[in-house]
T-cell receptor, first 112, second 115 residues
Framework: QKEVEQNSGPLSVPEGAIASLNCTYS??????FFWYRQYSGKSPELIMS????GDKEDGRFTAQLNKASQYVSLLIRDSQPSDSATYLC????????????FGSGTRLQVQP | ETGVTQTPRHLVMGMTNKKSLKCEQH?????MYWYKQSAKKPLELMFV???????ENNSVPSRFSPECPNSSHLFLHLHTLQPEDSALYLC??????????????FGPGTRLTVL
C-alpha cells in the first residue's frame, strides 16, 4: 500500500465550480499535511498546510483533515482556468524526523 | 535573491561529463533536500541534509554525489550519468528536520538532459 494516495485524474470541472481533491495516508502518527500546486514544467508551490482536525480556509482554498479516517482534502471554490495544475498532497510522518512523503498528484483541469 | 534558487535552470550533458547543480536558500532554514522528478512520475526524495549533516540517502546511485558546505548551500555533483537520469531536479529547504510543522519550499528546479 502506498503511503500517500491520490487519484491521478484528470479531474475536470467547469469554471466557477468547486473542485474537490482527495488524499489518504497510511501512517496514523502523521501530524502535518500539506497541499502543493505544480504547474507543468514548474516546481511545486506550497498553497496550504493543516495540522489539526477540521477545516482551514485561505481565500478560495479550504483544506479538510480527518485524522480518524486518515483523510485530507482540498476544496477550490470558484475554480478558474488558472487553477489547472497538478496538486500534490504531502504528509509529515515519523514525528517530523523524516522528509515529507508526497503523493503522486491529481491533475486538475478547469474548463472555461 | 529570495526563497530558494537553483542554477543552472537547464543543463544538457553527455554521459561522460561531470557537472554540478547548485542550490541556495535565503530563508534561514537548516534542512535541505534534493528531489528527482521524472516525466509522469511522483517526486523521488534523493538526499536530506539537516544542519549540514546528511541524514537520509534513498538508495541513490553513486553517480550522484551531494555536498552541503553550510546550511544555505547544497550541491549535487553529477558524473557518468545515464539517459534515464534525465529529469527535473528539485532542491527544497525547511526550517528544521524534526519539527512537525515542516513546511518545505522548493526552488525552480534544474531541467537535466543526458545525451
Amino acid at each position: 500500500q502506498k503511503e500517500v494516495e491520490q487519484n491521478s485524474g484528470p479531474l475536470s470541472v467547469p469554471e466557477g465550480a468547486i473542485a474537490s481533491l482527495n488524499c489518504t495516508y497510511s501512517d496514523r502518527v502523521s501530524q502535518s499535511f500539506f497541499w502543493y500546486r505544480q504547474y507543468s514544467g514548474k516546481s511545486p508551490e506550497l498553497i496550504m498546510s493543516i495540522y489539526s482536525n477540521g477545516d482551514k480556509e485561505d481565500g478560495r482554498f479550504t483544506a479538510q483533515l480527518n485524522k480518524a479516517s486518515q483523510y485530507v482534502s482540498l476544496l477550490i471554490r470558484d475554480s478558474q482556468p488558472s487553477d489547472s495544475a497538478t496538486y500534490l498532497c504531502a504528509v509529515n510522518q515519523d514525528m517530523g524526523r523524516r522528509a515529507l512523503t508526497f503523493g503522486s498528484g491529481t491533475r486538475l483541469q478547469v474548463q472555461p | 535573491e529570495t526563497g530558494v534558487t537553483q542554477t543552472p535552470r537547464h543543463l544538457v550533458m553527455g554521459m561522460t561529463n561531470k557537472k554540478s547543480l547548485k542550490c541556495e536558500q535565503h530563508l534561514g532554514h537548516n534542512a535541505m533536500y534534493w528531489y528527482k522528478q521524472s516525466a509522469k512520475k511522483p517526486l523521488e526524495l534523493m538526499f536530506v541534509y539537516s544542519l549540514e549533516e546528511r541524514v537520509e540517502n534513498n538508495s541513490v546511485p553513486s553517480r550522484f554525489s551531494p555536498e552541503c558546505p553550510n546550511s544555505s548551500h547544497l550541491f549535487l555533483h553529477l558524473h557518468t550519468l545515464q539517459p534515464e537520469d534525465s529529469a527535473l531536479y528539485l532542491c527544497a529547504s525547511s526550517q528544521v528536520l524534526g519539527m512537525a510543522y515542516n513546511e518545505q519550499f522548493f526552488g525552480p528546479g534544474t531541467r537535466l538532459t543526458v545525451l
